[in-house]
C-alpha cells in the first residue's frame, strides 16, 4: 500500500501550504499547465481548494459507505463530475472537454474520483507536492511519484483540466531542486 493515514495527513498539509524546501524527496514529477485563463494564481487556488476536500475525506471518511459526502466540494466541480457535464463555469466545461480530447475516455463521476483517495486504494501513483504559479498563464504542479516517470495519473488529469487548464504536459521527473528554486521564488 503506498499511501497511509500518516501520508494522506502529511499530503493534506502539503495542500493547505507549501511544505519546507528541506523537507522534499530526491525527485519530484511535474506537470506543465498552461491555464486557459491569464490567472495562473486563481488556477491554483481551485485545485488546491478541492485537493484539501479530498484529502479531508480520505483522513475521516469511512470508504465502506456506497456514497460520500460531497457538499464542500466547489460547485463548479461537482457540476463538471455530473454526467450531464453541464458546469456553470466555462474553465471547468472547457477543461472537461479538454481532458476526454487527451484521455479519449469518459469523464469522472464524483464519487468514483473520490475513491481514489481511499487510503486502501493502490491505484493512484501518486501524492500532491506543491503546486507554482511560473507565469500568468502557466503553472507548475509538482508531485512526488517515488521516481516513477509513468504512474497512474487520470485522476489528478481530471482535476488539472477541470481546474482550467487548456494544455498539460508531463508527467517528467525532475530533481528537487528544480522545485525548491521556484517554491523560493514564490
Same mark, same amino acid.
Given at each position: 500500500?503506498?499511501?497511509?493515514?500518516?501520508?494522506?495527513?502529511?499530503?493534506?498539509?502539503?495542500?493547505?501550504?507549501? /511544505?519546507?524546501?528541506?523537507?522534499?524527496?530526491?525527485?519530484? +514529477? #511535474?506537470?506543465?499547465?498552461?491555464? %486557459?485563463?491569464? *490567472?495562473?494564481? $486563481?488556477?491554483?487556488?481551485?485545485?488546491?481548494?478541492?485537493?484539501?476536500?479530498?484529502?479531508?475525506?480520505?483522513?475521516?471518511?469511512?470508504?465502506?459507505?456506497?456514497?460520500? /459526502?460531497?457538499?464542500?466540494?466547489?460547485?463548479w466541480?461537482? +457540476? #463538471?463530475?455530473?454526467?450531464?457535464? %453541464?458546469?456553470? *463555469?466555462?474553465? $471547468?466545461?472547457?477543461?472537461?472537454?479538454?481532458?476526454?480530447d487527451?484521455?479519449?475516455?469518459?469523464?469522472?463521476?464524483?464519487?468514483?474520483?473520490?475513491?481514489r483517495?481511499? /487510503?486502501?486504494?493502490?491505484?493512484?501513483?501518486?501524492?500532491?507536492w506543491?503546486?507554482?504559479?511560473?507565469?500568468?498563464?502557466?503553472?507548475?504542479?509538482?508531485?512526488?511519484?517515488?521516481?516513477?516517470?509513468?504512474?497512474?495519473?487520470?485522476?489528478?488529469?481530471?482535476?488539472?483540466?477541470?481546474?482550467?487548464?487548456?494544455?498539460?504536459e508531463?508527467?517528467?521527473?525532475?530533481?528537487?531542486?528544480?522545485?525548491?528554486?521556484?517554491?523560493?521564488?514564490?
Amino acid at each position: 500500500m503506498i499511501h497511509s493515514e500518516e501520508s494522506i495527513a502529511a499530503e493534506l498539509d502539503r495542500v493547505r501550504q507549501r /511544505p519546507a524546501i528541506e523537507s522534499a524527496p530526491p525527485v519530484l +514529477a #511535474v506537470f506543465v499547465i498552461d491555464v %486557459a485563463e491569464a *490567472q495562473s494564481a $486563481a488556477y491554483v487556488r481551485r485545485v488546491r481548494h478541492v485537493l484539501s476536500e479530498v484529502l479531508q475525506l480520505a483522513c475521516t471518511a469511512e470508504f465502506d459507505d456506497e456514497d460520500l /459526502p460531497t457538499e464542500d466540494f466547489p460547485d463548479w466541480f461537482t +457540476a #463538471v463530475c455530473a454526467r450531464s457535464g %453541464a458546469a456553470h *463555469q466555462g474553465f $471547468a466545461e472547457q477543461g472537461r472537454a479538454a481532458y476526454l480530447d487527451r484521455s479519449g475516455g469518459t469523464a469522472w463521476s464524483l464519487q468514483n474520483w473520490i475513491y481514489r483517495f481511499d /487510503p486502501d486504494e493502490d491505484s493512484r501513483g501518486w501524492e500532491f507536492w506543491d503546486a507554482v504559479p511560473v507565469g500568468p498563464t502557466r503553472v507548475h504542479v509538482w508531485v512526488d511519484s517515488w521516481g516513477e516517470s509513468f504512474f497512474g495519473s487520470l485522476d489528478l488529469m481530471w482535476l488539472l483540466y477541470t481546474a482550467g487548464a487548456s494544455r498539460i504536459e508531463g508527467p517528467e521527473v525532475r530533481k528537487a531542486s528544480a522545485w525548491a528554486s521556484e517554491a523560493a521564488g514564490q
